[in-house]
């Protein structure tokens, strides 16, 4: 069982900045994958970012949405994985959820493949 709580989100105007923080607990492995995905009202959820591990390596992965602007990071001491979120835009609007997956090494964008999920911080970008 792994317990995933995120929190840093607020409002903020387009091109600004913020950080979000997840935290695991559990009986989480830093060989998880970890991943963020994101919900806008009246639209579906969509894959924002991950990490996966391979061949003793972490890799970072962002959607092309977000490529250039998002920064993902995992600090495996603290068990806290964050997003840190520049140049924001309108579009970036929604709720923005943490998730865990045992194995996810190719389907890190799928949120089928992930086991955990927090319950989501709210993230605002005025125009």
């Not at 602007?69 to 994985?81: G, L």
């Not at 943490?98 to 190719?106: F, H, I, K, S, V």
């Amino acid at each position: 069982q792994v317990q995933l709580v995120e929190s840093g989100g607020g409002l903020v105007q387009a091109g600004g900045s913020l950080r979000l923080s997840c935290a695991a607990s559990g009986r989480s492995r830093s060989t998880y994958t970890m991943g963020w995905f994101r919900q806008a009202p009246g639209k579906e959820r969509e894959f924002v970012s991950a990490i996966t591990w391979s061949g003793n390596t972490y890799y970072i992965h962002y959607a092309d949405s977000v490529k250039g602007r998002f920064t993902m990071s995992r600090d495996n001491v603290k068990d806290m994985v964050y997003l840190q979120m520049n140049s924001l835009k309108p579009e970036d609007t929604a709720v923005y959820f943490c998730a865990a997956a045992r194995y996810g090494n190719y389907g890190y964008h799928d949120e089928k493949e992930y086991n955990y999920w927090g319950q989501g911080t709210q993230v605002t970008v005025s125009s």
